[in-house]
């Protein structure tokens, strides 16, 4: 029973704990799109792949998680945008910067970034959430990504949420179709994803 107080007591006059906690972690997170920036700053100019920053081994960056890393222009246009549904490397850092270089030198869409480019480039980052079944009813564009898949599995195409100019569940899922190659006429499946976005600041960039 004492031991029982104990642990209440404890739980009582140390309430800010958890909060410190989650604020440690979110202080973590918010350096991804500088060192999605430090990455293709460093790929662009040296070819070569930054190592993975030193934290504290309970970092959410030390954790598996799929993202996506969105680079845009001055101006607002997209200059790259490239990630994963599902995380391939053991932790989010690594993951962010295989994806950061992609999304500068690997988007089809795109040439690769040049050097002259770089202090002109504004980085976000979206840490993606286990994804999970959907129906149409389900789905909101401005708070869940979707991904769009064939019956099988094997062609899919993913959209994030919040993207301007899609404000309707049905453009969303036809746009992800699309990616998937697909029509969104035919029998599809649907998953639904939220996301935590983090952007640059308009100061914070070089």
Do not use: W
């Not at 293709?40 to 993202?67: F, G, K, M, N, W």
């Not at 222009?73 to 910067?97: N, V």
């Not at 309707?168 to 976005?197: C, E, H, N, P």
Request: aromatic share 4%; hydrophobic share 40%.
């Amino acid at each position: 029973m004492k031991a029982k107080l104990d642990k209440e007591r404890s739980a009582l006059t140390n309430p800010s704990d958890e909060a410190v906690r989650q604020t440690d972690q979110l202080g973590d997170y918010k350096i991804l799109p500088q060192l999605a920036r430090r990455t293709v700053d460093t790929y662009i100019r040296e070819r070569r792949v930054i190592a993975s920053p030193e934290l504290i081994p309970d970092s959410p960056l030390h954790q598996p998680a799929a993202c996506f890393v969105s680079i845009k222009t001055a101006d607002g246009d997209l200059r790259g945008c490239i990630g994963t549904i599902e995380p391939i490397y053991p932790t989010l850092a690594e993951e962010l910067i295989a994806n950061a270089i992609s999304a500068a030198t690997r988007d089809p869409r795109f040439p690769p970034v040049l050097v002259a480019e770089l202090p002109h480039l504004r980085f976000s980052v979206d840490v993606l959430a286990a994804p999970e079944p959907a129906q149409m009813a389900d789905l909101d564009p401005e708070n869940y990504g979707v991904i769009v898949t064939d019956e099988t599995g094997r062609q899919r195409g993913l959209l994030l949420p919040a993207i301007e100019g899609v404000e309707t569940v049905k453009q969303q899922v036809s746009i992800a179709a699309r990616k998937a190659g697909l029509r969104a006429d035919m029998r599809l499946k649907l998953y639904r994803f939220r996301v935590q976005r983090f952007s640059e600041q308009p100061n914070t960039a070089q």
